[in-house]
């Protein structure tokens, strides 16, 4: 595109003379047509928008538009209001202050824009003429034009003087009149003859060639199908006069023309040898997902030929490679659900798959769904006034293929805003009472928990020292192993008593303290310990399930906290596991503690996947600290039992600890911000 390119929008749509109607599109029409001019993806005009003016100001920014012009300027100009013919049958654009009884004052005459454009410089002038026209009238005498009175008379050709001039109008002829001193046709619907122009600008759609272009008559032939096709009983018109093509537009509608495959990779595909050919399918395959869509579209040619015309074996392995380009919506239905009249939604509509299946354009169903291309698909909005259910298709098209996805939703009405009342002043002062919202009352399951984690911590204690006759020997027979689970059986305890934390908190640390105690280990002593906190596990989730306010259930990983405790888990699993293989290699008499090592990385891991997805997530975050503190104790034991011997390291049990301590950490972090 060389030279300057201006385009004046002129927009009436409002009228101090009681006799021109309102018009509701002039307005939406010069601010979907600015748009799309100014959108340096399509196009590279300098938009002026004139709205609402006096035909004094209108007519001045008309000549300084065609006077200030050089040779290779491009000059649009769009009129977007009421035209008014008199009695002599001269063609008039009206303006705010526009009385139809005094059209040569208060009016643009056309024979004045024609004389800009004559005098003006360029050689590339497009006007567009999109107007409701009318008859004029006398005082008191209705006049009316007469048959088919051509527009384009106004705008007769010839006298450019080499320079080229185009006029599109959106009807043939006359097509509406004033009776009287009132419109004899309320023409006040959307226009559409630039909702046509701006939609085949912004799709492509009017690039028929795909050349990557949109020439002027082009545009013509898309304005001529469009307006037809949504009006039968309007008929665009034009008179051009202009030397070669005029280009208005950019388009992503460019054609590919496809790349001849190399002569050996087509020698390949027709080879009499099958698994040559199917090689030439593996290379093809490569080439159909080339940036380069020229050499993918080739080869989609050639693997589109093997599928409908080779073996079945070949065939079937071509169709499978051609299936990887077709064009593919992420989602083939957007909902908005319900959407607020008034209101602009919009949504995104993402294409999969290789370059040369993601070089698509777009399509409507209705001039309600707007679409906007981009890179890796479009966005689309809604324009919609009617109350009520909506259902519109947009056909995505490329080179290997097509497909619709649908929009649909309902457009309600909004809200009425409840109007909010003053409160009356008080006739005197009362000093405020706080109220303390009531604690959830006690549950006997909520007691019963809390003892039967006391009883296991008490119990604990005899029994760790009970194991050791000496100070010395509590520590070196592992009778200090058990301290941390008195220590967290008690927390636990305390927790099920508290009211902020008894609902939830408290029942996710015994449950997720007693998961690990199903595990079959240490002394036999243990086992009333862990059978205390099974039980006091089960009254706590009786106590969650008797209370209606919430409901367990899973979700998704929250936050990055979530992630962190899950690389934790498995961190832990993996050095349980790497301790188990080094006691089998150290002695086969140890398969039993191995067995154990492994039971304990399977529970741990599954322990902290539920902590993680467990809802709601005071005790999910619970569940995962009873967990951390389950899996330290139980570290803590294997620890002990592992033989004193050079050749076992223990760097299993040192990741393993290191891992469940991180996971108590991040357990800590979870639960303080869930409390912030």
Aim: net charge negative; glycine share 10%.
């Amino acid at each position: 595109m060389t030279g300057g390119r201006r385009a004046l929008i002129i927009a009436n749509g409002e009228y101090d003379n009681p006799g021109l109607s309102a018009l509701r599109s002039p307005a939406a029409d010069a601010e979907a047509l600015a748009e799309v001019l100014a959108d340096r993806a399509v196009s590279e005009f300098d938009v002026q928008v004139v709205r609402d003016e006096t035909a004094h100001v209108i007519a001045g920014r008309v000549e300084d538009l065609f006077a200030d012009s050089a040779p290779d300027d491009v000059l649009l100009v769009h009129f977007s209001c009421h035209g008014l013919k008199s009695e002599s049958g001269e063609l008039f654009f009206a303006a705010r202050n526009t009385r139809p009884e005094r059209l040569a004052s208060t009016a643009v005459p056309a024979d004045f824009v024609q004389r800009c454009m004559r005098m003006s410089r360029s050689r590339s002038i497009v006007l567009l003429l999109d107007c409701c026209y009318g008859g004029a009238f006398s005082q008191g005498v209705a006049v009316r034009a007469t048959g088919e009175a051509n527009v384009l008379d106004a705008f007769p050709g010839g006298g450019f003087g080499g320079r080229g001039r185009a006029v599109i109008t959106a009807s043939n002829s006359i097509e509406y009149a004033f009776e009287g001193d009132q419109l004899a046709d309320d023409h006040a619907r959307p226009s559409v003859f630039t909702s046509a122009l701006v939609d085949g600008l912004r799709t492509g759609d009017a690039d028929r060639d795909e050349d990557g272009w949109i020439a002027l008559g082009e545009l013509y032939d898309y304005l001529f199908d469009s307006v037809r096709e949504r009006n039968p009983n309007q008929t665009p018109s034009r008179d051009i006069e202009m030397q070669g093509e005029l280009y208005l537009a950019r388009s992503r509608r460019r054609r590919i023309k496809p790349s001849p495959v190399p002569a050996d990779l087509r020698a390949a595909s027709e080879d009499p040898n099958m698994f040559t050919r199917l090689g030439a399918v593996t290379e093809l395959q490569r080439r159909l997902t080339s940036e380069n869509l020229s050499v993918a579209i080739g080869a989609h040619e050639v693997l589109t030929t093997m599928a409908q015309t080779d073996i079945r074996h070949i065939a079937e392995a071509a169709e499978l490679a051609r299936a990887e380009a077709r064009v593919r919506a992420e989602s083939e239905v957007v909902r908005f659900g319900e959407v607020v009249r008034g209101t602009r939604p919009a949504a995104r509509v993402r294409l999969g798959g290789p370059p040369i299946a993601r070089a698509c354009h777009f399509a409507s169903s209705h001039s309600w769904l707007r679409v906007t291309e981009d890179g890796d698909g479009a966005e689309i909005s809604l324009e919609l006034s009617e109350l009520g259910a909506f259902d519109g298709r947009i056909t995505v098209t490329g080179p290997t293929g097509e497909v619709v996805v649908r929009v649909e939703g309902q457009v309600v009405a909004e809200p009425t805003p409840v109007p909010v009342s003053r409160p009356e002043p008080a006739p005197k002062f009362v000093p405020p009472v706080e109220t303390v919202a009531p604690s959830p009352k006690f549950d006997p399951f909520d007691v019963a928990a809390s003892v039967l984690a006391f009883a296991a911590a008490v119990y604990l204690v005899p029994i760790s020292f009970a194991l050791s006759h000496s100070m010395e020997d509590f520590f070196e027979d592992g009778g200090w192993t058990v301290m941390p689970l008195v220590v967290f059986a008690t927390a636990a305890g305390i927790l099920m008593l508290l009211p902020n934390t008894r609902r939830m908190a408290g029942p996710g640390a015994l449950c997720g303290l007693a998961l690990l105690s199903v595990i079959p280990s240490g002394p036999v002593l243990l086992v009333l310990t862990d059978g205390c906190l099974l039980a006091g596990a089960v009254c706590a989730l009786i106590a969650v399930r008797r209370d209606r306010s919430s409901r367990l259930g899973l979700g998704k990983p929250r936050d990055g906290l979530a992630i962190a405790a899950l690389v934790a888990g498995a961190a832990g699993t993996a050095g349980l596991v790497a301790e188990a293989v080094e006691l089998l290699d150290y002695s086969s008499s140890r398969a039993d503690e191995a067995a154990i090592y492994l039971v304990v990385s399977v529970v741990l891991l599954i322990g902290t996947l539920l902590g993680v997805l467990l809802r709601p997530a005071a005790f999910g975050v619970a569940f995962l600290g009873g967990v951390a503190g389950g899996g330290i104790v139980m570290v803590c034991m294997l620890f002990s039992t592992l033989p004193s011997s050079s050749s076992v390291t223990g760097a299993g049990w040192g990741i393993a600890l290191g891992a469940v301590l991180t996971l108590a950490v991040v357990a800590g972090f979870a639960a303080r911000k869930a409390n912030g």
